[in-house]
Nanobody, 117 residues
Framework: QVQLVESGGGLAQPGGSLVLSCAAS?????????LGWYREAPGKQRELVAHKLTGGSLRYGDFVNGRFTIVRDNAKNMVFLQMNSLEPEDTAIYYC??????????WGQGTQVTVSS
């Protein structure tokens, strides 16, 4: 099993920045491949924000447009999401997620990000 705990959400003004953190723990850490973030806005489907594979490959959601950066620290089993130039449309619950090499998904409890003036 893998447990994921997020932190760092909150309120930001348009144009502002936030950093999300996620700590992974558990007996199946060595089986993890992807580690990253999804988000879910009210009335919308959950969508990929960014993930990074163990081998280093990165993928970002189309809406990111260079505003967000994912950093993965394999030694500490953590993943971070630096979010800049935030827009009201970025308001959502952000979920840390992990996927094992066998395709099993794990989810954190989510952290609220609100972008508003």
């Amino acid at each position: 099993q893998v447990q994921l705990v997020e932190s760092g959400g909150g309120l930001a003004q348009p144009g502002g920045s936030l950093v999300l953190s996620c700590a992974a723990s558990g007996s199946a850490l060595r089986s993890l491949d992807a580690l990253g973030w999804y988000r879910e806005a009210p009335g919308k489907q959950r969508e990929l924000v960014a993930h990074k594979l163990t081998g280093g490959s990165l993928r970002y959601g189309d809406f990111v447009n260079g505003r967000f950066t994912i950093v993965r620290d394999n030694a500490k089993n953590m993943v971070f999401l630096q979010m800049n130039s935030l827009e009201p449309e970025d308001t959502a619950i952000y979920y840390c997620y992990a996927q094992s090499v066998g395709g099993k998904n794990y989810w954190g409890q989510g952290t609220q990000v609100t972008v508003s003036s």
